[in-house]
Every structure is written in C-alpha cells, then in structure tokens.
C-alpha cells in the first residue's frame, strides 16, 4: 500500500466527535444513553433565520459567491463589530469560511513557519495542537488546573514567550472550561503582549454565552492590539448554527488577505444559502439568542447545584460557554467489577458502560484530571446524567 503523509497520520482524530459517534452507535442499539459530550445548543436555529434561508433558495442565490464572503454578509460583520465590540475593520480585513474552526486554521496556516512557536493554555480546544502540527509549528502549553480557575497570569505568558513566538491563541469565554477572562484579566495579557511582535489569535465563538453580567471584552480592544490581533467568531454558537458553517476572521489586511488565498485554493467560499442566513442573524431581532443564552445561564446553575452533592470532585463555577470541565482525579485507582479506572479516558469508558452517560476525557485537552460535560440539553437530562455520575462513582472502591 502506498503510504501516506507522514504528517496527516501524525493528527489525533477529534474526541468530541469520537465520543458522540459511539453515543449514537450506542442509542442506535436500543441503549438508554445519555450524551453529553456534543459541543453545540440544543435549540433549535432560529425561525428568521431560517427563513432567510429559504428565499435565499427560492430567490436562486445559490451560486458563488466572492471568496471571502457575500458583500451584504461582510457588511453585517463590519458593523456587528463595531456595535457590539467597539472594533472598527473594513470588508477587506474581514474574511468568511466554512466555520470558526476553518477560520483558525487559515489564520494560522497564514502565519506560521515552522518551528514557529504558538503559545496556548491547557485546557485547550482539542484542535489547537493538532492545527499547529499541520502548520509545523511547534506548540508552547501553559497548565491551568482547576486551582486557577483555568486561567493563566500575565506572568505565566510573559516567562513563556521566547524568540521564536509567532502566535498567541487565545480563547475566552473557554471550551472546554466555560472559564471566561474578566476584561481586567484581559487587558493584563494585553499588556504583555502589546509592545511585541507576537500576533494574538483570539477565538470568540462563545461571546454571546456569558453569565452572572460577564463583560465579553475583545483583546483587539487594547489600545495598540487591534493591529497585532485577528478576532475568530462565528455564528454556530450563539445562534445554535452548527451545521450552517459560517465563521470568520477580522483582522490586519495582510493577514486577511493570505489566509484567502489560502481558502480560495482549498474550500473557496463559505455556502452562499448559509451566508444569507448569517446576514439575518446579525442583522435580526436578538431577543431569541438572548434567551438562549439566559437558558443556559439557568442550566449551568442546576448542573452546578447538582454536582455540588458528590464528593471528591473539584468543579469550578463556569462563567460562559454551555460546559463543565471537573477534576475526577481522586477516584483514580479505584475499581469495579475488575475495571480499574486509571485516568480520564478510562473513566469515561466506564461510565458510558456502567451508567449510560457519554462525556469526553479530559487527556484530548491536555489535562487528564478531568472530564467534559456539556449542559447544551435538557434540565430533566442534567439531573438525570448527575443522579446517574453520582452512582457511577460510588461504585468505585
């Protein structure tokens, strides 16, 4: 057989996406399983939006569009920025793809060279080292446990930036975390980074998707940073438009403009329906996507409420995103029935077969203490999918 590229077989596959695979397997089978382990709302996308999809459709705009997104769409972004993030951009330093994720990995694609370090803090989104290997860049991870609340110091950032930092990727309100950097804590990074050569990477995607009054705060905002930044976010999250793709980039033109030239020779542009779509969710009525985001407000404080009664479980309050990211580590070395569970993958393998309930192993992002759970479900599911972890737990001895 021939044999294939040394650096594409050296990518991890996605353990989110594992996970969820062998859920629906599982619930295919006729198994009660409950899965919480999909990083997506559990709403269903907005009536208006769809909507707007459908004359899209009927109104035959179902052709190319330009590579780096539909004028209507760029223009919609433009002033979403400046609204809702103080950020003032140009079209031409905005740039539509097929997802968040796509946007990220133009972006880095754009910047990096190899051996160029890209620093990052663990726990991470499973596909930030993998995005950095497939540029050959080599990645520079700096440990948040729970004792921090998930989050790194300016200190932390400063001790590790070197000569060869090209990328600082940042991400906040967090997956898998739901930590989310106050604008103070945002600003203290900034002041690091703001009179280096380093170019911020920061991936929004969960802005819409805070708690307890949050301020979102853009570290594009700072002053002097906007230059030096490329603001990631996207319309999957917040306006549960997972499967429509549409992210994008904004940033500084030359960046931008690598970054399509890349896409034009890999994907070209984002779907034309699903960019007509977007339009609508920016251009709309918010009050639904508002309430969404309320409603999951209101679930993070039944799951914490709920785990909150099992023992030996260190879990951090999460300010935004739709996750809970909880140390299990203390029942490490315990058994049941002859299975002994000794780290994140292994627990979760065992409760997905003792419990029935699906959640990722924290080892896909880089701390193997703990595991995810997302709350994106119903209330009667996070505490059935709790009642059901606490028995789990309390068999092991």
Not at 65 to 92: F, H, M, R
Request: proline share 5%; charged share 20%; with cysteine.
């Amino acid at each position: 057989m021939t044999e294939l590229s040394k650096l594409i077989t050296s990518v991890e596959g996605s353990a989110t996406l594992a996970i969820t695979a062998l859920v629906k397997k599982l619930k295919a089978e006729g198994k009660d399983v409950l899965s919480f382990s999909a990083g997506e709302p559990d709403f269903p996308t907005p009536g208006f939006i769809k909507s707007a999809a459908i004359d899209a459709i009927n109104n035959n705009f179902t052709y190319y569009t330009p590579n780096s997104g539909s004028p209507d769409l760029l223009k919609a972004i433009v002033a979403k920025l400046e609204k809702e993030n103080g950020l003032s951009y140009t079209p031409q330093e905005i740039l539509v793809s097929n997802g968040a994720k796509q946007s990220i990995y133009n972006v880095l694609m754009a910047l990096c060279n190899p051996c160029d370090e890209v620093i990052y803090q663990a726990p991470y989104w499973v596909s930030y080292p993998e995005m950095v290997k497939l540029c050959q860049a080599r990645s520079v991870i700096l440990d948040a446990g729970p004792e921090s609340g998930f989050k790194i110091t300016p200190e932390r950032l400063r001790s590790a930036i070197s000569e060869k930092t090209k990328v600082f990727l940042f991400n906040s309100p967090s997956n898998p975390t739901g930590a989310v950097y106050t604008p103070e804590e945002v600003q203290a990074l900034a002041e690091v980074l703001v009179n280096t050569d380093i170019i911020t990477v920061s991936d929004e995607i969960y802005e819409k998707i805070t708690f307890d009054g949050t301020e979102h705060y853009s570290i594009a905002k700072y002053p002097g940073m906007k230059e030096k930044t490329v603001v990631i976010n996207g319309l999957s999250k917040a306006y549960s438009m997972t499967g429509w793709r549409v992210g994008y980039a904004a940033g500084p033109k030359a960046i931008i403009d690598a970054a399509a030239n890349l896409q034009s020779h890999s994907t070209s542009n984002a779907c034309s329906v699903s960019q007509k779509a977007s339009v609508a969710a920016l251009t709309g009525p918010q009050e639904e996507i508002e309430a969404m985001a309320h409603k999951f407000e209101e679930r993070r404080n039944l799951v914490m409420k709920e785990i909150s009664r099992i023992p030996d479980i260190n879990c951090p309050k999460p300010g935004g995103a739709f996750y809970i990211f909880f140390d299990v580590s203390k029942y490490f070395g315990k058994s049941f029935n002859g299975t002994v569970v000794k780290n994140s993958a292994d627990m979760c393998t065992y409760l997905l077969t003792e419990v029935n309930i699906g959640l990722v192993p924290g080892d896909a992002f880089g701390n193997d203490n703990c595991v995810r759970m997302s709350f994106a479900c119903s209330d009667e599911n996070i505490t059935e999918g709790i009642r059901r972890l606490e028995t789990g737990l309390a068999k092991l001895a």
